[in-house]
C-alpha cells in the first residue's frame, strides 16, 4: 500500500484545440511554484511514512494469506514458515495436529475426532484475525499520527511540478522527487515536471464519457452504475461530471418541488412511481479548485459561450475545498446533454466582477450517445431494477 500513487497520465494537446489555454490564470504561476516547492518536503515525509508502514503492509499481506490457507486447509502456498514467528508457529503446529487427526478420523470416523478438528480450526482462525486486528491497530495509529501529512499531501498526488522550484527547494532538502528532478524530460518515472509555471495550464487531459450500466448496489451496500463520467484535466485541475438520475426521498421534497420533477420527467418519457422516492435527471460536479487561480470571485457551469451562457450553476470562489455539487437538469438541459452540447466551468471575477478568468472544458467525445443510452435506460428499465434492488418499507 503507498500513501499517494505519483504517476500522472496525461496527454498534451496543442494550445490552438482548446480554448481553455487561451487565458491563462493570473495566479497560476504563483500558485504552481508554491505547490512544487512544498512537495519537495512533503512528499520526502510521505516517503518516510511508507517505508514505516511496510512492513505492516507486508505482515498484513501475509496473515491474509495464512488466514485463506487455513480455510483451504492446504499450507503448501505458506512454506516456509518463519520460526521466529509465534503466530506462524502456531499456524504450522496446527496444520500439523488438524493433519493426524484428519487421518485418524479416516481410519475410525469418530465423530469426536471431528469435532476435535474443528474446534482447533476455530482457534486457529480467531488467532490469525486478533493479529490482523492488531496489526490495523498499529497502522492506524501511525495513520493517525501522520494524519496532518497525509492531508498536506493532497495538492502533491499526481500533480505537474515546475522543474526549477522543485530543484530550488532540493537545494535544501532531500526526497524521491529530488531524485527525479534533474533527469532529462520524459525519463521520470514517478512524477511529470514542465520547465515555467505556465507551461502547466498546456498540459491537458480529456476522457471519453463513459458507457453507462444498469442500475446495481455495490460492495458498500450503496447503489451504483445508471451514469455517464465526462472528465477533464487542465494542468493541475481536475474536473468531472457525472449525468446520472438523482433519487431523493419523497418526504424531504415539497410538493412544488416535485410537481417540478414529474413536469420534467414528462417531457423526457420518464415514467417513475415510487411510494418513498423522486427522482430527476441530474449532473453531479467534482472539480479541484479549492482556492482561486486568479481573481475570480465566482465560478460558473454553463452551456455555450460565457457572453450568452446557459447556466447551470454557480457559486463562490474560494471555499478551501474541492468545489462538489449535484445539480438538477431541466429537460432543456438534458436535450443539450444528448445533443453532444459540451459543458464548461467558467471562472468569473476581475475589477468589473464579471470578466473572464479562463475556462475548462468537458470534452464531449461518446457524450450525446453515453446520454441517449443513459435516458433510454430511465424510460424503460430503471424502475424495475430500482424495485429488485431497494424494496419499499412496510
Not at 512544498?38 to 511514512?49: D, F, S
Not at 524521491?176 to 533527469?183: E, K, M, S, T
Not at 446520472?244 to 414528462?266: H, K, T
Amino acid at each position: 500500500m503507498r500513501i499517494l500513487a505519483l504517476v500522472a497520465f496525461i496527454t498534451i494537446v496543442p494550445a490552438s484545440a482548446a480554448a481553455q489555454v487561451d487565458l491563462i490564470p493570473s495566479r497560476l504561476v504563483e500558485i504552481e511554484v508554491n505547490r512544487s516547492r512544498m512537495c519537495v518536503g512533503t512528499l520526502a515525509g510521505i516517503a518516510v511514512l511508507d517505508q514505516t508502514l511496510e512492513p505492516l503492509v507486508t505482515r498484513g499481506a501475509r496473515l491474509r494469506q495464512i488466514g485463506e490457507a487455513v480455510a483451504l486447509e492446504d499450507q503448501s502456498g505458506l512454506e516456509p514458515f518463519d520460526p521466529a514467528d509465534q503466530t506462524e508457529v502456531m499456524v504450522r503446529d496446527w496444520f500439523t495436529t488438524d493433519a493426524a487427526l484428519a487421518q485418524r478420523y479416516v481410519t475410525n470416523e469418530d465423530e469426536q475426532l471431528q469435532a476435535e478438528r474443528q474446534a482447533g480450526r476455530e482457534t486457529i482462525k480467531r488467532l490469525v484475525a486478533e493479529a490482523l486486528t492488531s496489526l490495523q491497530t498499529q497502522a492506524d495509529s501511525v495513520l493517525t499520527a501522520n494524519s496532518g501529512l497525509i492531508q498536506s499531501a493532497g495538492p502533491c498526488d499526481g500533480a505537474i511540478f515546475v522543474r526549477s522550484a522543485v530543484q530550488d527547494a532540493c537545494a535544501d532538502a532531500s526526497g524521491p522527487i529530488c531524485d527525479q528532478a534533474g533527469l532529462p524530460a520524459g525519463e521520470a518515472a514517478n512524477f511529470r515536471f514542465v520547465d515555467t509555471g505556465e507551461s502547466v495550464w498546456e498540459i491537458q487531459e480529456s476522457r471519453p464519457w463513459t458507457v453507462p450500466g444498469p442500475l446495481q448496489p455495490n460492495a458498500d451496500g450503496q447503489l451504483g452504475g445508471g451514469r455517464t463520467i465526462g472528465y477533464a484535466r487542465v494542468g493541475n485541475v481536475a474536473m468531472s461530471l457525472s449525468f446520472s438520475p438523482l433519487f431523493l426521498n419523497r418526504e424531504d421534497v415539497s410538493a412544488e418541488e416535485l410537481a417540478g420533477y414529474e413536469a420534467i420527467n414528462d417531457s423526457l418519457g420518464l415514467t417513475f412511481d415510487h411510494p418513498e422516492l423522486a427522482v430527476a435527471p441530474a449532473l453531479g460536479l467534482r472539480a479541484a479548485l479549492p482556492e482561486p487561480l486568479g481573481t475570480e470571485t465566482r465560478y460558473v457551469v454553463h452551456f455555450g459561450e460565457i457572453t450568452a451562457p446557459d447556466v447551470l450553476w454557480t457559486t463562490a470562489a474560494g471555499s478551501g475545498e474541492s468545489l462538489e455539487a449535484t445539480i438538477p437538469l431541466a429537460a432543456a438541459h438534458v436535450a443539450r446533454l444528448r445533443a453532444g452540447d459540451p459543458i464548461m466551468l467558467t471562472a468569473v471575477g476581475g475589477e468589473s466582477g464579471d470578466q473572464t478568468e479562463y475556462s475548462i472544458m468537458v470534452g464531449n467525445v461518446n457524450q450525446a450517445p453515453a446520454a441517449t443510452v443513459l435516458i433510454n435506460y430511465m424510460a424503460s428499465q430503471m424502475a424495475e431494477d430500482l424495485d429488485r434492488i431497494m424494496q419499499p418499507r412496510d
